[in-house]
């Protein structure tokens, strides 16, 4: 149980254009969702943390306007890289949590996303 | 602020060989801790998490402990198999449903 799913698994696309990258929670309600993004050989970076049908919580130095992260049930979790530059390019990873399993976060497979 | 630190970023060893990893953090304040692994531009999968009132998980061939006050957690794979080659995260929570502070891992290679 506890499988998070993400969809595109890779997108390309091309620079000043939008993409959108979707986290479902397939067995379970999640409590909160957050995504995340990691540069090559780093660490998982926190972008946003978001709970359902609220605001997301964004991390110092992520910009909110350029990342739009739409939380619209307890499955689905969507981020937006809007106006998207070659520096954008990365994998973005998301996860999940729900209190009947103490909180452990479950994470989907990642999305490359390359801006060319 | 939390850091969490995993040393050497890569080790490689033999077919067979028992290892451990080890993870330390700054502020032992933390709710739970988990390990997960990373093949290369897949996501994370948990192998193990632990509660802050624990002091080890075992689940199959691997042994994760954790000393709170020291800081310290430590991952152990018995007899290591060319498919636990991955790289090894470790990450701990502060609160409830906080966020999880990352190592940046360590890229563990199994050689047959």
């Known amino acids: 149980g506890a499988v998070v799913s993400q969809h595109p698994s890779r997108v390309i696309c091309k620079s000043g254009t939008s993409v959108k990258i979707e986290c479902r929670s397939l067995d379970f309600q999640a409590t909160t969702m957050f995504w995340y993004r990691q540069f090559p050989k780093k660490s998982l970076m926190l972008m946003a943390t978001s709970n359902e049908g609220s605001k997301a919580t964004y991390e110092q130095g992520v910009e909110k306007d350029k990342f739009l992260i739409n939380h619209a049930s307890l499955t689905l979790s969507t981020l937006t890289v809007t106006s998207a530059h070659p520096e954008d390019s990365s994998f973005y990873i998301c996860?999940?949590?729900?209190?009947?399993?103490?909180?452990?976060?479950?994470f989907g497979p990642g999305t490359r996303l390359t801006v060319t | 602020k939390q850091e969490v630190t995993q040393i050497p970023a890569a080790l490689s060893v033999p077919e067979g060989e028992n290892l451990v990893l080890n993870c330390s953090f700054t502020d032992s304040a933390i709710y739970n801790l988990q390990w997960f692994r990373q093949d290369p531009g897949k996501g994370l999968t948990s192998l193990l998490l632990i509660q802050s009132s624990q002091r080890e998980q075992t689940s199959g061939r691997l042994n994760a402990s954790l000393d709170k006050s020291s800081g310290r957690s430590t991952l152990y794979i018995a007899a290591s198999q060319p498919g636990d080659s991955a790289t090894y995260l470790c990450a701990v929570r502060s609160g409830a449903n906080s966020k999880l502070t990352f190592g940046k891992g360590i890229t563990l290679s199994v050689r047959p």
């Open positions: 996860s999940a949590s729900y209190r009947g399993r103490n909180y452990e976060q479950y």
